[in-house]
């Protein structure tokens, strides 16, 4: 099928996610992807520098993986998961619990980041009333996403993404998020603020507190510190309260450990995995919980089991895949292309927070997390998701082979590992000539 047949037949079929069909360009057929690029139609090649929504860790088409897909469909392709089981699904959720804090044993698998959050919510509150305790409410932070399902979006109510179904919505309490950028210097008073409120919050006995650690992802890459994560674990322990960390944007390097919980040496109660959990090759999560709130679903009587369940819950392809990337991401190699990506992030945004303004475009708010980097564009109108001179970069970037796609005003830099050093350079070599470029 040639290129304009693919956009001719999704033209007329497809609805694309987080889109306005009505003032947005004509999408580009990518027909294939290897290592850290992607090829459309017409043979133009993109960089990808968002890892295609996050997902792709080791590169697209990593033969390892691939294989280890292939393999797995020859034997095993797909079986109920509820009074069976199979070896890819018992050795992921070994090998993923062994790289968590100790105490978090017991994976439940679903579909993807929104399901792996619903699940979490779902399980906090059934854990309270399974030990005949009224624990109803949760705590989010402002602007937190969390995913699109109903529970997922009542977590995330305060980004702004889903005021067209707000009546929908169960409450859902939220504090300050305390983010914070190289060279702040009120980020202490933002933390003790956010903590007071938090603490006001906890004496109310809230189910759970969900919070996404070191990284706020869609609210514009958004970072807190590391201790103001543990001062808030503390408060939320003290207080009885379950801690719930959505590390699905977070998990596997993103944040430079394994998992920003590592980082930040917090263990939760539940942590909520997915996007690079298959290094991209195929949608799968976990909910990992701690044995404790496992062992309070036990009993005789079914109502007191939890009642949740997916069609292709740990699909045999999807832990194949994951069980891959776990060990790629474990090699040498990986770990010190990890390094590497944030060592030539912090060079280059360094330099470029320096220059001098590009005429209307100021830098600000330089911040880096691992492999991610990340500043406003500020000084050219509007600011948050809606920004207009988020479709100008995107525009921008698109046409000189780069994948950029900024969160409104925030541009942003999440590579798959295998990005070379030349090629980071070469992104933001661009990112400083758009930015010149700018009115």
Known sequence: MSGDDIIGLDARHIWHP???????????????????????????????LVSSWWVTLHGHGHPAIARAVAEQAGRLEQVIFADFTHEPAARLAAEVTALLPDGLERVFYSDDGSTAIEVALKIAYQYWRNLGRERRGFVAFEGGYHGDTLGAMSAGRSSGFFTAWDDLLFPVSTVPFPATWDGDE???DREEQSLAALARLLEGQPAAVIVEPLVQGAA???????EFLRRLAAMVREAGSLLILDEVMTGFGRTGAIFACVKAAIRPDMVCLSKGLTGGFLPLSMTVATDDIWRAFLGQSIDRAFLH????????????????SLALLRSTDCQTRIAAIEA?????????ARRPPSRGAVIARPRICGTIAAFDVAGQGDAGYGAAVGAVLKKAFMARGLLLRPLGDVLYLLPPYCVSDGDLHRAWDAIGDVL????
């Not at 360009?25 to 017409?42: K, N």
């Not at 514009?220 to 590391?226: A, F, L, V």
């Not at 010149?436 to 009115?439: D, E, I, K, T």
Request: charged residues 15%; positive net charge; proline residues 7%.
């Open 18 to 48: 987080f889109t306005q069909a009505e003032t947005a360009p004509p999408v580009a057929a990518i027909v294939r992807g290897q290592g850290a690029r992607l090829w459309d139609q017409t043979g133009k090649e993109y960089l990808d």
């Open 309 to 324: 369940g997916h069609s292709f819950t740990a699909n045999p392809l999807g832990c194949a895949a994951g069980l891959a």
């Open 344 to 352: 030539v992030n912090r060079t280059r945004l360094a330099d470029l």
């Open 220 to 226: 514009g890459m958004r970072m807190c510190r590391p």
């Open 436 to 439: 010149q470029s700018l009115p």
């Open 186 to 188: 009120a980020v202490a």
